[in-house]
């Protein structure tokens, strides 16, 4: 039917699909980068989180608030540098029902800014509770004759090593809602390796589950990519590498940036030969940047000046260690 065909009983045409739209926001801003939203309540500076508290007490609900501020100011100083955000919801889980409500009003304000939001929740389950997880986070909820979208964040991070029937009712949601997945191949923490890399079959682990994802991608593709992407850490270049050629049609998120020791030299082989395929995230290397030594002319008062400094830091970085690859 061309780039027009028919979903869940409505007309959608491929531009709508998230992955066309993030790749749209890439090209956009020049900026394969997505800010981690994942705010301990140590990285918020001292005068936000007081005034929270003296507004609310030492309270659940004072340090919601706290990271409220916190992202919102970060948030206003970097929305036009950036195409996506990737919120971690441990981080506001830990603050119960309050930070689960300063999760959803950073998802809501984020989709204010035009930005596009990467749930990271790593959620995968099996049969109807992994069915709940996608309408919850990806999809709607049926309420009687309405139906009402949950976190309603843009993308979501998924955890397949419960099988495929862990992951299809996330990539089902996907495609009746023109959502996005990232899916977990390579992670980038150092014991990955124990389970990850194992081989079997003479091949490791994560070369098989990068085969699936591509394999779910070619039935789920925007124009040139699938909305069935992959997560593969910046700590491991040479499986990325690999993983590049195994998922040619997968975006590739890639945590493990800065912080966690990804060079952005190591970040070349993410990417495809057009400039796309990756988007590379960075945490508390942009949202704590005026901790670093490199922005502490900025100081705690103007923390979220040194964020957008960092940013435009990350993105010259990147786009140099491509430049210098090609």
């Given at each position: 039917?061309?780039k027009e065909f028919m979903q869940s009983e409505?007309?959608?045409?491929?531009?709508?699909?998230?992955?066309?739209?993030?790749?749209?926001?890439?090209?956009?801003?020049?900026?394969?980068?997505?800010?981690?939203?994942?705010?301990?309540?140590?990285?918020?500076?001292?005068?936000?989180?007081?005034?929270?508290?003296?507004?609310?007490?030492?309270?659940?609900?004072?340090?919601?608030?706290?990271?409220?501020?916190?992202?919102?100011?970060?948030?206003?100083?970097?929305?036009?540098?950036?195409?996506?955000?990737?919120?971690?919801?441990?981080?506001?889980?830990?603050?119960?029902?309050?930070?689960?409500?300063?999760?959803?009003?950073?998802?809501?304000?984020?989709?204010?800014?035009?930005?596009?939001?990467?749930?990271?929740?790593?959620?995968?389950?099996?049969?109807?509770?992994?069915?709940?997880?996608?309408?919850?986070?990806?999809?709607?909820?049926?309420?009687?004759?309405?139906?009402?979208?949950?976190?309603?964040?843009?993308?979501?991070?998924?955890?397949?090593?419960?099988?495929?029937?862990?992951?299809?009712?996330?990539?089902?949601?996907?495609?009746?809602?023109?959502?996005?997945?990232?899916?977990?191949?390579?992670?980038?923490?150092?014991?990955?390796?124990?389970?990850?890399?194992?081989?079997?079959?003479?091949?490791?682990?994560?070369?098989?589950?990068?085969?699936?994802?591509?394999?779910?991608?070619?039935?789920?593709?925007?124009?040139d990519y699938s909305y069935v992407g992959a997560?593969?850490?910046?700590?491991?270049?040479?499986?990325?590498?690999?993983?590049?050629?195994?998922?040619?049609?997968?975006?590739?998120?890639?945590?493990?940036?800065?912080?966690?020791?990804?060079?952005?030299?190591?970040?070349?082989?993410?990417?495809?030969?057009?400039?796309?395929?990756?988007?590379?995230?960075?945490?508390?290397?942009?949202?704590?940047?005026?901790?670093?030594?490199?922005?502490?002319?900025?100081?705690?008062?103007?923390?979220?000046?040194?964020?957008?400094?960092?940013?435009?830091?990350?993105?010259?970085?990147?786009?140099?260690?491509?430049?210098?690859?090609?």
């Amino acid at each position: 039917m061309g780039k027009e065909f028919m979903q869940s009983e409505k007309l959608v045409t491929k531009e709508n699909i998230m992955i066309s739209q993030l790749i749209e926001k890439i090209k956009k801003t020049n900026a394969p980068i997505c800010v981690g939203l994942d705010p301990m309540l140590s990285y918020v500076p001292e005068h936000v989180v007081k005034k929270s508290l003296d507004a609310y007490g030492e309270t659940l609900e004072g340090a919601a608030d706290a990271i409220w501020q916190f992202n919102k100011e970060i948030i206003d100083h970097t929305f036009d540098l950036i195409p996506a955000v990737k919120p971690q919801i441990a981080m506001y889980e830990q603050f119960g029902i309050e930070g689960l409500i300063v999760y959803k009003k950073t998802v809501d304000y984020c989709h204010e800014k035009g930005l596009i939001v990467i749930g990271d929740a790593k959620r995968g389950d099996i049969g109807s509770t992994s069915a709940a997880y996608a309408a919850g986070h990806l999809g709607k909820v049926q309420v009687g004759s309405n139906a009402f979208s949950g976190f309603d964040v843009d993308m979501l991070t998924v955890n397949p090593y419960l099988g495929p029937d862990g992951a299809k009712p996330f990539v089902d949601v996907c495609s009746s809602d023109d959502k996005g997945l990232f899916v977990l191949v390579k992670t980038s923490n150092p014991s990955s390796g124990e389970f990850q890399d194992r081989i079997i079959d003479g091949r490791p682990l994560y070369e098989w589950v990068g085969e699936q994802v591509a394999a779910w991608g070619e039935e789920h593709m925007g124009d040139d990519y699938s909305y069935v992407g992959a997560v593969v850490g910046a700590t491991y270049p040479e499986m990325g590498k690999v993983l590049r050629k195994v998922m040619p049609k997968s975006y590739i998120l890639v945590p493990g940036y800065g912080a966690q020791g990804g060079k952005g030299k190591d970040l070349v082989h993410f990417f495809n030969e057009d400039g796309l395929g990756a988007i590379v995230n960075s945490s508390r290397g942009i949202i704590a940047a005026y901790k670093q030594e490199k922005y502490a002319e900025f100081g705690t008062e103007n923390f979220a000046d040194a964020s957008r400094a960092a940013v435009k830091d990350m993105v010259e970085h990147i786009s140099g260690a491509l430049a210098a690859a090609k």
